[in-house]
């Protein structure tokens, strides 16, 4: 239980050290994307797991917390379209 907390928690260090270093600005916007999304799910169902087995439960519901501002932020910047800009990724068009 403690290692999958522990890959919880790496992987949620991982897109804040991505996000502020800029590595994925370099990237194609659908490889930035896929890499923020599959963080964000992998995070959130590793925390789903533990907060259900009842393991360190606050800190398993911070790491839920922060794993759906991953995701809500990831959709926020690449699929949604800002002051008359189109988005990043069209899923419409």
Not at 25 to 37: C, D
Not at 61 to 89: K, R, V
Request: aromatic residues 16%; glycine residues 8%; positive net charge.
């Amino acid at each position: 239980m403690k290692r999958l907390l522990g890959i919880c928690l790496s992987m949620q260090m991982t897109f804040v050290l991505l996000f502020i270093t800029g590595i994925t600005q370099k990237l194609n916007s659908y490889v930035g994307a896929t890499i923020y999304l599959i963080i964000g799910l992998a995070s959130l169902v590793i925390s789903l797991y533990l907060a259900g087995k009842k393991f360190l439960l606050g800190i398993s519901f911070i790491a839920f917390i922060f794993s759906l501002l991953i995701i809500c932020f990831t959709i926020f910047i690449y699929f949604l379209p800002e002051a008359g800009m189109p988005p990043e990724i069209p899923l419409f068009e």
